[in-house]
């Protein structure tokens, strides 16, 4: 099993930044992508970015230009920086491992003036 644990989210005015961290622990050594999904309210749940072990990533059109993501393979960490925020951007943003084999327990991200 792996363990997923997310940091980082809380209330940006528009236009601001915010980074969202993730620590694994368990099997670590299973793992092969790091990532992110959010969920808004009232919508499906949706990637946002993810990032594989030999570097690899793919983003959502969305977010393209706006948000980075990185990991460190030694740490077993991702991280998501998020720029130039907008109030669509407000959901609860969950860490993943091997895409949705493994998820966190989520944390809020909200975008308002």
């Known amino acids: 099993q792996v363990q997923l644990v997310e940091s980082g989210g809380g209330l940006v005015q528009p236009g601001g930044s915010l980074t969202l961290s993730c620590a694994a622990s368990g099997r670590i050594n299973s793992i092969y992508a790091m990532g992110w999904y959010r969920q808004a309210p009232g919508k499906q749940r949706e990637l946002v970015a993810v990032?594989?072990?030999?570097?690899?990533?793919t983003y959502a059109d969305s977010v393209k230009g706006r948000f980075t993501i990185s990991r460190d393979n030694v740490k077993m960490t991702a991280h998501l920086q998020m720029n130039s925020l907008k109030p669509e951007d407000t959901a609860v943003y969950y860490c993943t491992a091997n895409y949705n084999s493994y998820w966190g327990q989520g944390t809020q991200v909200t975008v308002s003036s």
């Open positions: 990032i594989t072990s030999g570097g690899t990533i």
